[in-house]
């Protein structure tokens, strides 16, 4: 079944980000889900033929198109958010017991997403142990920890602050910070 867009429309407003930044966002966003349903089609229809460059390229490229549409989604609901991070909730105890407070995983966080190149800053939870790990993703599909669930997801690609921000990436990080719907984080925890 194919997948669908979804409207992140409501963030339009949002303080410290245009809205020709995230109406280009989503444009950028829609593309990975539409390449994701072109993707799958092409490739139920090619002959499992692995000697076949286009049928290998096509298999290869599916991590990029899909993680492309789910980053966004995991990024854009994480969003929007007005109230700071409850300290006393568990959310806040656990990045304190991973990283020795909270401000401590914060700093860690926005050096993850200050680094060079393009790809995205995540606050993984493994499912196995629970811990919790800020991790480095590149482009989209390299580097994600096997079954590690994203909680706190946050795009650095240039396009999703160079219109507002030009290369100013720590101002951008800032932005997002005082973005963070906590509630959608909350919940994604185990
Ligand atoms: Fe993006």
């Given amino acids: 079944m194919a997948y ?6 409501n963030l339009i407003g949002m ?3 245009s809205e020709t930044l995230l109406r280009n966002h989503f444009t950028l966003y829609q593309g990975y889900v539409t390449n994701t349903n072109k993707l799958q089609e092409l490739l139920s229809s090619k002959a499992k033929d692995a000697t ?4 290998a390229e096509l298999k290869r490229r599916f991590g990029f ?3 492309g549409m789910r980053l966004h989604e995991y990024y854009f609901e994480n969003l929007g958010g007005k109230a700071a991070l409850d300290k006393s909730g568990t959310l806040a105890k656990k990045l304190a017991d991973a990283f020795g407070s909270y401000d401590a995983w914060e700093q860690d966080f926005r050096a993850t997403g200050a680094m060079r190149g ?4 995540i ?4 499912d196995v142990a629970g811990q919790l790990f800020n991790q480095w993703i590149n482009e989209h599909e390299v580097g994600h920890l096997a079954g590690c669930k994203p909680i706190l997801v946050m795009d ?3 396009h999703a602050f160079i219109t507002d921000y030009g290369l100013r990436r720590a101002d951008y990080i800032a932005a997002f910070f005082n973005n963070i719907n906590w509630g959608a984080v ?3 925890l185990k």
């Fill in 118 to 121: 393009i790809g995205w800053a």
């Fill in 65 to 67: 198109e899909f993680n």
């Fill in 186 to 188: 909350e919940s994604r």
């Fill in 15 to 17: 303080e410290g980000f």
């Fill in 156 to 158: 650095v690609f240039e």
């Fill in 52 to 55: 076949n460059p286009e049928y």
């Fill in 4 to 9: 669908a867009t979804r409207d992140y429309s």
């Fill in 123 to 126: 606050l993984y939870q493994d």
